[in-house]
């Protein structure tokens, strides 16, 4: 049994997020999780609300709430639609606990004890229109090296060029709009990214094992001569970890806080330490997961993000975590997704435009979202999504082939043996042709699970839903059952472990369909990972009781579809 630590990236504080987000980081690292947890490993799967900085600021006023009400409030909403997708999260933190403030404070102090931290009087942006300092990500303009015009001061999203707002050509506030710009002189605490670059480069190379998208992301930055750049760590804002050297004051950084690149990451470890303390244990528990001196030597740890991330995964928090030359794990493998567009574009919350979580919740159940979004998951090259794409991975995949499957068997064998599972005949070549398909089909599947190769995991769940279709289509025992009963029996006692087959297979991609399977069957959700196909067939004996399940999967009609594609299209 190994140990493996999961951590999702942060979903920001500041509204709800799409089915982009939720595909690009959460969905993911909880189908591996869950898979991983089946095969009998100890996981613990972390994430948590990314809650400090200008925008969570921002949006507080708008909602008229001050910066901690209106995250207590956006944590509640987040947390409650990451259950109703069924992310099973070992825990569901906060940036703004009091874990993550200790936790960020000790590492800006180990850092400056080891000289990474510099102390810099710079310039930054102040609006007169705002009456505040602008973060660089609040001042957009177009870069400098792509032409793209609305480049922020700290990144393009375009290039993916990191920058400084005086880089920018046309700076505007982000807010206002307004152009009346002034610089004033601050001062601030800068890390020495660039003095780490040796090191990152050595530990980035040794990653033979990252997908390409990782290491050529991580690469590109550390290759290009101003990609690893010293960065700020503190900003002048009211809302965030108030800066200080452990737990000692830092002279002349009064009333600044950290800046929130800085400290999410390190909720990894906050939220970690959130859960020992929400389960009454010692800091033992959670330190066993993150610091090698304490028994994390031995933990495998998968980071799953988005692309826009792995900059701050690859070299930013991994400067924090060398840098302070304490024995903390680092990062065995990172997952990076492209991005999921929606319907040729892009997801828009000003213009309406895409589909969120709640609003997606509000439409169908959360395994529908599911199924699709990781059947189609933005591996390789970004996804789109398009209602006559998720109508028909619906209609095709979860009510024919799955749902459709275990609807016939257990209801003819309802009408001609009872409940419960038949005995009498015997398995034969027809079996033993289904046995060796799905030995092989579990195989893969399982390869491309324990490498998160999640679309093509999916294709090979489906391959086995379509294997057993195939296998009852062939059989025909509602034929059979006209002339020899007992060989009616024996192929319905197979469809019948047939089912519960796929609930365990299925319960990484559709965990509630999954749990629904398995109640039907009267087991217990925590079923154990079949060893072969024959174990699995053979799981359920002669007598063992079941009850016909409801529909599992209610198909889209295409006025339904229709209605759907009006709703989300957007205001223009």
């Not at 991005?339 to 609003?359: A, H, V």
Request: hydrophobic share 40%; glycine share 8%.
């Amino acid at each position: 049994m190994a140990r493996i630590l999961v951590t999702s990236a942060l979903p920001y504080i500041n509204g709800v997020k799409h089915l982009g987000n939720l595909v690009g980081s959460m969905l993911p690292s909880d189908a591996y999780a869950r898979f991983m947890r089946q095969r009998g490993h100890e996981v613990m799967f972390i994430c948590a609300t990314d809650e400090h900085g200008t925008p969570a600021e921002l949006a507080a006023t708008k909602a008229g709430k001050s910066p901690a009400e209106y995250c207590a409030d956006m944590y509640e909403v987040q947390k409650r639609l990451g259950e109703g997708f069924g992310l099973s999260f070992d825990h569901f933190g906060r940036s703004s606990s009091k874990h993550n403030h200790r936790l960020t404070q000790h590492f800006a102090g180990a850092l400056a004890r080891e000289g990474l931290i510099e102390e810099v009087t710079e310039t930054q942006v102040f609006s007169h229109a705002d009456g505040r300092f602008l973060p660089d990500r609040y001042i957009e303009g177009t870069c400098p090296n792509c032409g793209y015009e609305r480049a922020r001061g700290d990144q393009c999203e375009n290039c993916t060029k990191q920058l400084d707002p005086t880089d920018l050509i046309n700076p505007r506030s982000a807010i206002s709009g307004s152009t009346d710009l002034e610089p004033r002189e601050t001062k601030h605490l800068y890390l020495k990214q660039s003095a780490m670059r040796d090191r990152l480069r050595s530990w980035i190379e040794s990653k033979t094992d990252w997908p390409i998208l990782s290491t050529s992301i991580a690469k590109k930055w550390l290759d290009d001569g101003d990609g690893l750049q010293d960065r700020g760590i503190t900003r002048d804002l009211d809302w965030g970890i108030p800066v200080k050297k452990g737990e000692e004051d830092w002279p002349g950084m009064e009333g600044k806080v950290f800046y929130v690149w800085f400290d999410a990451p390190i909720e990894y470890l906050g939220a970690t330490a959130e859960w020992a303390e929400a389960n009454g244990l010692e800091d033992a528990a959670w330190e066993r997961w993150w610091r090698t001196d304490k028994g994390a030597d031995d933990v495998r740890y998968v980071q799953i993000m988005g692309k826009d991330n792995v900059p701050f995964h690859t070299l930013s928090f991994p400067s924090t975590i060398l840098g302070s030359n304490e024995p903390w794990k680092l990062v065995d493998y990172i997952k990076s997704f492209n991005w999921l567009n929606y319907e040729g574009g892009k997801f828009s919350t000003s213009q309406g435009r895409g589909i969120f979580m709640d609003q997606a919740l509000d439409i169908l159940p959360g395994d529908y979202w599911r199924w699709w979004l990781l059947s189609n998951a933005p591996e390789t090259s970004d996804s789109d999504f398009t209602w006559e794409s998720f109508q028909n991975g619906i209609n095709k995949d979860l009510a024919d082939v799955l749902g459709n499957f275990v609807s016939r068997v257990t209801k003819f064998c309802r009408s001609k043996f009872g409940e419960e599972v038949p005995a009498g005949g015997e398995s034969g070549a027809m079996e033993a042709e289904l046995e060796a398909e799905l030995d092989k089909r579990m195989a893969a599947y399982a390869a491309a699970m324990e490498g998160i190769e999640i679309r093509k995991a999916a294709q090979e769940l489906r391959g086995a839903w379509v294997a057993g279709n195939e296998y009852l289509q062939k059989a025909a025992p509602w034929a059979a059952f006209k002339t020899d009963p007992q060989a009616a029996a024996a192929q319905i006692r197979v469809a019948i472990n047939l089912i519960r087959l796929y609930a365990i297979l299925s319960r990484p991609f559709i965990p509630a369909a999954s749990e629904t399977m398995l109640a039907s069957l009267n087991l217990d959700p925590d079923q154990p990972w079949p060893g072969s196909a024959r174990e699995a067939l053979t799981a359920l004996p002669a007598g063992h009781a079941f009850s016909v399940p409801e529909n599992l999967f209610a198909k889209i009609d295409d006025d339904q579809r229709e209605a759907f594609a009006a709703r989300f299209a957007g205001k223009g």
